[in-house]
């Protein structure tokens, strides 16, 4: 089956709405767009909507940190708590830059996925206007113990990702969504990616809708504007430029984009290993960057030795993944 109709096939089983890209050789081998960005005025996604990624922004988050410990201003040894002082008590003394951005950090999540939470469940523990900067999430984040000591596993955590903002911010005096933009954004090119407020859409941004059918959006599922472990706005154009750049090592130095791809954890039950903000497949190349949230579900994969980039974008929950796995399988070298 060819690309076309393998996408075409998936897409109408599985009712996806959003958009799919492939890139192969630097040349666009298929791009097509599904669904509506805006039920209520039957608005189509088009192939420059802009996509709620949720954790896929976790990549860029690790980015904006790992320019900050080139240029000396923080160690990936830093413990986090001499950057962030006494504002996160439960944090402990021995919880490191390199454990956040690893996921082994053991601290306690204020988003936790180990609670098999369902897209469509009210999960902030906050009024959800309240979380629009980084230092409005701190009340989320305190008061949540360790689960286990600093680098003893993986878990995955979002706290652990939103601390990181807070470390980006005082680390630069700037606010985190500056500082993406400043030194991520702007070194790849990307100009329609952004930390939109959910209340202030603008009108190439897709609405998250938590079912197949119906009006029903996430505004009130997730914070009002993302911080370091979600909410970013892309285009699948802009994906594919941020690989390019990051991999090309025009966003951090190449030895830098290296030690980002070095395994922290080896290969997990699911068969996946993972480094400093990216998942790393097994065995391969392969690199890959996800997001799942209420509205929201988010694939793109990029294989060096392949020169192969695909992405995923969607405004439905779960949706992106059937999708993602067919072209997996029809891409297979």
Same mark, same amino acid.
């Given at each position: 089956?060819?690309?076309?109709?393998?996408?075409?096939?998936?897409?109408?089983?599985?009712?996806?709405?959003?958009?799919?890209?492939?890139?192969?050789?630097?040349?666009?081998?298929?791009?097509?767009?599904?669904?509506?960005?805006?039920? *209520?005025?039957?608005?189509?996604?088009?192939?420059?909507?802009?996509?709620?990624?949720?954790?896929?922004?976790?990549?860029?988050?690790?980015?904006?940190?790992?320019?900050?410990?080139?240029?000396?201003?923080?160690?990936?040894?830093?413990?986090?708590?001499?950057?962030?002082?006494?504002?996160?008590?439960?944090?402990?003394?021995?919880?490191?830059?390199?454990?956040?951005?690893?996921?082994?950090?053991?601290?306690?999540?204020?988003?936790?996925?180990?609670?098999?939470?369902?897209?469509?469940?009210?999960?902030?523990?906050?009024?959800?206007?309240?979380?629009?900067?980084?230092?409005?999430?701190?009340?989320?984040?305190?008061?949540?113990?360790?689960?286990?000591?600093?680098?003893?596993?993986?878990?995955?955590?979002?706290?652990?990702?939103?601390?990181?903002?807070?470390?980006?911010? %005082?680390?630069?005096?700037?606010?985190?969504?500056? *500082?993406?933009?400043?030194?991520?954004?702007?070194?790849?090119?990307?100009?329609?990616?952004?930390?939109?407020?959910?209340?202030?859409?603008?009108?190439?941004?897709?609405?998250?809708?938590?079912?197949?059918?119906?009006?029903?959006?996430?505004?009130?599922?997730?914070?009002?504007?993302?911080?370091?472990?979600?909410?970013?706005?892309?285009?699948?154009?802009?994906?594919?430029?941020?690989?390019?750049?990051?991999?090309?090592?025009?966003?951090?130095?190449?030895?830098?984009?290296?030690?980002?791809?070095?395994? %922290?954890?080896?290969?997990?039950?699911?068969? %996946?290993?993972?480094?400093?903000?990216?998942?790393?497949?097994?065995?391969?190349?392969?690199?890959?960057?996800?997001?799942?949230?209420?509205?929201?579900?988010?694939?793109?994969?990029?294989?060096?030795?392949?020169?192969?980039?695909?992405?995923?974008?969607?405004?439905?929950?779960?949706?992106?993944?059937?999708?993602?796995?067919?072209?997996?399988?029809?891409?297979?070298?």
């Amino acid at each position: 089956m060819d690309l076309d109709a393998a996408v075409a096939d998936v897409v109408r089983e599985h009712g996806f709405s959003g958009v799919v890209r492939v890139d192969l050789a630097g040349e666009v081998v298929h791009a097509s767009a599904h669904g509506l960005a805006d039920r *209520a005025h039957d608005l189509p996604n088009t192939l420059d909507t802009q996509f709620g990624t949720a954790s896929v922004c976790k990549g860029l988050t690790a980015l904006t940190v790992v320019s900050l410990v080139a240029e000396g201003r923080v160690a990936l040894e830093t413990p986090v708590r001499a950057v962030v002082g006494d504002d996160l008590p439960d944090i402990g003394e021995d919880v490191t830059i390199e454990h956040l951005l690893s996921h082994r950090s053991g601290i306690g999540d204020y988003l936790d996925q180990d609670a098999d939470l369902d897209a469509s469940d009210y999960v902030m523990t906050l009024p959800v206007h309240r979380l629009a900067t980084t230092e409005g999430y701190l009340p989320a984040l305190r008061g949540r113990p360790a689960k286990f000591a600093a680098g003893e596993r993986f878990s995955y955590c979002n706290s652990g990702f939103v601390v990181l903002a807070l470390v980006v911010e %005082r680390l630069t005096g700037t606010s985190f969504h500056e *500082a993406v933009e400043e030194r991520v954004c702007a070194r790849a090119g990307t100009v329609d990616t952004a930390y939109l407020r959910s209340d202030e859409l603008p009108g190439r941004a897709a609405l998250g809708y938590l079912d197949a059918v119906g009006l029903r959006t996430n505004v009130l599922h997730l914070p009002v504007r993302g911080s370091g472990d979600g909410g970013m706005y892309m285009t699948a154009d802009d994906l594919h430029a941020l690989w390019d750049a990051f991999l090309g090592g025009r966003i951090v130095d190449p030895p830098w984009v290296a030690e980002m791809l070095r395994p %922290r954890t080896d290969v997990m039950d699911d068969g %996946r290993r993972y480094g400093l903000g990216v998942w790393l497949d097994g065995t391969g190349d392969g690199v890959v960057l996800n997001g799942y949230d209420a509205g929201v579900s988010a694939v793109t994969r990029h294989e060096p030795s392949r020169d192969l980039t695909w992405s995923v974008l969607a405004n439905r929950s779960d949706v992106a993944w059937p999708v993602s796995q067919r072209l997996r399988e029809v891409l297979a070298g």
